[in-house]
């Protein structure tokens, strides 16, 4: 059985920081893309952060761009989503998703896991 199991959301103040993990099991997910999506309230899910398999190439929208930083370690099959200077618009579920390829995508629909989700809320 798959799984993407998310943690290290939290409540956090305005310009502090979270850093999110996605730990895989039930198979390796070493040759696909990896992405982190959120979804607010009433809010179409938006993509926040995408990485090849191998690492070299991320992806960002200019939402996020400069604060997030999306990562991973293959050899724990484990990917992770370092967020700074956390703004009350960033509050969401945070969802980690696994790509059907090794490159990434920004549409939901390219990707196949999907772990439950964890919330993130950034006061102000």
């Known amino acids: 059985q798959v799984q993407l199991v998310e943690s290290g959301g939290g409540l956090v103040q305005a310009g502090g920081s979270l850093r999110l993990s996605c730990a895989a099991s039930?198979?390796?997910?070493?040759?696909?893309?990896m992405g982190w999506f959120r979804q607010a309230p009433g809010k179409e899910r938006e993509f926040v952060a995408g990485?090849?398999?191998?690492?070299?190439?991320?992806d960002y929208p200019d939402s996020v761009k400069g604060r997030f930083t999306i990562s991973r370690d293959n050899a724990k099959n484990t990917v992770y989503l370092q967020m700074n200077s956390l703004k009350p618009e960033d509050t969401a579920v945070y969802y980690c998703?696994?790509?059907?390829?090794?490159?990434?995508?920004?549409?939901?629909?390219?990707?196949?896991?999907w772990g439950q989700g964890t919330q993130v809320t950034v006061s102000s």
């Open positions: 039930g198979r390796t997910f070493s040759r696909q893309a």
């Open positions: 990485i090849m398999y191998t690492g070299v190439i991320t």
């Open positions: 998703a696994a790509d059907r390829s090794i490159t990434v995508h920004t549409t939901p629909g390219a990707y196949e896991y």
